[in-house]
């Protein structure tokens, strides 16, 4: 069983921890908690070697937007025999209590990952209804972005995020070599 713990726990415990953020790297950079290393939820299995060494040394604590994304981590983690904290409320928490969050140097800020899957849900909404007046049938779009949001509040998960994680925009430049740095700093230390 994964142990929540509270932003209020977290922040005084934060220098004893290894964080965790399961986010994509370009909300990563975006803005984080301080010291967190970023092992995107999608590499997870990549980066368990790297995450028993930290976790031998001291306590994991997985975080990501909201706390869905770092649910699963930590079950994915637990089934490897990994145990790991819950950051509840996630990244969005941390920020929402006023605690300062670390961008990555240099980095462009990118839209939060969630205001992009609303941009692209209501366009692809607005365009099925208005393509419908010349097209009949067309709306039926609409009502399928409807139905995957459902499913999606129904689930906690989002499936249009993870695909719009995918896109280069949201990849900054050299994640591949910043991942494997995150891999090496958890095998060596924080």
């Given at each position: 069983?994964?142990?929540?713990?509270?932003?209020?726990?977290?922040?005084?415990?934060?220098?004893?921890?290894?964080?965790?953020?399961?986010?994509?790297?370009?909300?990563?950079?975006?803005?984080?908690?301080?010291?967190?290393?970023?092992?995107?939820?999608?590499?997870?299995?990549?980066?368990?070697?790297?995450?028993?060494?930290?976790?031998?040394?001291?306590?994991?604590?997985?975080?990501?937007?909201?706390?869905?994304?770092?649910?699963?981590?930590?079950?994915?983690?637990?089934?490897?025999?990994?145990?790991?904290?819950?950051?509840?409320?996630?990244?969005?928490?941390?920020?929402?209590?006023?605690?300062?969050?670390?961008?990555?140097?240099?980095?462009?800020?990118?839209?939060?990952?969630?205001?992009?899957?609303?941009?692209?849900?209501?366009?692809?909404?607005?365009?099925?209804?208005?393509?419908?007046?010349?097209?009949?049938?067309?709306?039926?779009?609409?009502?399928?972005?409807?139905?995957g949001l459902l499913f999606s509040?129904?689930?906690?998960?989002?499936a249009m995020g993870a695909m719009?994680?995918?896109?280069?925009?949201?990849?900054?430049?050299?994640?591949?070599?910043?991942?494997?740095?995150?891999?090496?700093?958890?095998?060596?230390?924080?």
């Amino acid at each position: 069983m994964t142990t929540p713990l509270t932003v209020d726990q977290l922040q005084p415990r934060l220098q004893q921890l290894t964080v965790i953020d399961v986010r994509s790297p370009g909300e990563f950079a975006g803005g984080h908690i301080p010291g967190a290393h970023n092992v995107p939820l999608d590499q997870l299995s990549q980066a368990l070697p790297a995450l028993r060494a930290a976790a031998e040394r001291g306590e994991l604590a997985i975080t990501c937007a909201s706390g869905a994304r770092a649910g699963n981590a930590c079950e994915q983690l637990s089934a490897a025999g990994i145990q790991a904290l819950l950051i509840s409320g996630g990244t969005a928490a941390w920020a929402a209590d006023g605690k300062q969050l670390d961008k990555v140097p240099g980095e462009k800020v990118r839209w939060a990952m969630d205001r992009q899957v609303r941009m692209v849900a209501g366009s692809l909404v607005l365009a099925g209804v208005v393509i419908d007046l010349a097209v009949p049938g067309v709306r039926w779009v609409s009502a399928a972005v409807g139905a995957g949001l459902l499913f999606s509040a129904a689930t906690n998960s989002c499936a249009m995020g993870a695909m719009l994680g995918k896109l280069p925009y949201n990849r900054p430049r050299n994640s591949g070599a910043a991942f494997q740095a995150t891999l090496a700093a958890l095998h060596g230390g924080k």
